[in-house]
């Protein structure tokens, strides 16, 4: 399955490169496809590119998904046992 997630530019790198943030963990991505990007601005990452710059309250919304999905998820394996 492939999934695009939102991910913040913490840093801004040569080379059309840039640090991002996904949930506490950082990773360097190509921001060659999306100009005018800015430290703080959260894009839509896919296989180590950024697609496109994404809404901020877009951004915290689906995150928030993912860690209500993560939680269920989580409940679901601990109601199936061992």
Known sequence: M???IPAQIVA?????MA???LGG?????????VDGLAVGD???LHTGFA???LDPEEALR???LFAEMGTLAEAQRELAGP
Not at 25 to 33: A, F, N, T, W, Y
């Open 2 to 4: 492939c999934l695009a």
């Open 12 to 16: 801004l790198l040569p080379d059309a």
């Open 42 to 44: 959260y894009v839509i």
């Open 51 to 53: 697609l496109s710059r």
């Open 25 to 33: 963990v950082r990773k360097d991505i190509s921001v060659v496809l």
């Open 62 to 64: 689906t995150l928030e």
């Open 19 to 21: 640090t991002v943030d």
